[in-house]
């Protein structure tokens, strides 16, 4: 399990590494993403969870783009192991609106393992994913189905404030790659890593039924595509390219208590 813990944390170093190296950059539209959570704890710190968001941009007026249905189990069998399944499923007028804004895919099945640890009263974790999006044309989009990874790393410290009251400031940061078997030879080279999360966050537990987290990210689209040039041959568009998108979120979450389950259980944050 050590060893296991340690490549995870050196392969995030890897693809955090790998997207410094790009060459060109645009940054996007601020987007806010509300969602809402019902979470019902079972047994030790065993959940199921259902999610619903939303995707609007303050320059689009009060029109929401898309919203994302998320479901999920997770199962800890150790206080530092943990696994689980996700179920998501987008829709709206953009279908690549999800936990990172750029993947593809209406319907997402995936898989999850997660490691657990403190350093002091700092908690840390990472949490490895495996996906797979799969797009419907009848929904109205024509991208491929895509299977994908995706690494996440985080620490986070509780304050307690009171017998009910306590604050939870979080920094994470997710990789995502889509998996590549075979790759054509008149596509271009992909980058590394295809897309990034930087989230930092304030977890506010106002009781154990509920709680909320206001959150801010840059989200991150790695593309390389062919380099397009003017008449004087410099370089105007395409090639190694970072399309960053800022974000601001607020996640609500009501936490149901099942017969066997502790009130003064260990509760994951509300980006899971």
């Known amino acids: 399990m050590h060893y296991i813990s340690r490549f995870l944390w050196v392969a995030g170093g890897v693809l955090l590494a790998s997207a410094a190296t790009a060459q060109r950059r645009g940054v996007n539209d601020l987007l806010l993403v509300p969602e809402a959570q019902v979470e019902l704890a079972l047994k030790g710190a065993d959940y199921v969870l259902a999610g619903f968001n939303l995707i609007a941009s303050p320059d689009g007026g009060a029109t929401f783009a898309g919203g994302q249905l998320r479901l999920g189990y997770e199962h800890f069998w150790s206080q530092q192991w943990s696994a689980g399944a996700t179920f998501r499923v987008l829709g709206g007028s953009n279908y690549s609106y999800g936990d990172i804004l750029g993947l593809e895919g209406n319907i997402t099945p995936g898989l999850l393992v997660r490691h657990s640890g403190k350093i002091g009263a700092f908690n840390f974790g990472q949490r490895l994913g495996l996906e797979y999006a799969t797009t419907f044309d009848v929904l109205g989009s024509s991208n491929e189905d895509r299977a994908l990874t ?88 395409g090639g190694q390219t970072n399309l960053l998108t800022p974000t601001l979120g607020l996640d609500l979450r009501l936490t149901l208590f099942s017969s066997s389950a502790e009130k003064d259980r260990f509760q994951l944050p509300t980006q899971h």
């Open 150 to 237: 995706r690494l996440r790393l985080d620490m986070d410290r509780m304050f307690p404030l009171g017998a009910k009251l306590a604050l939870r400031p979080r920094l994470a940061y997710e990789a995502v790659t889509y998996l590549r078997l075979q790759r054509d030879e008149n596509q271009p080279k992909e980058r590394v890593i295809d897309f990034g999360n930087l989230r930092a966050e304030v977890g506010v537990r106002v009781s154990p039924h509920f709680d909320f987290t206001p959150w801010v990210a840059s989200q991150t689209s790695y593309v390389n595509s062919l380099p397009q040039y003017d008449a004087n041959g410099q370089q105007i568009r």
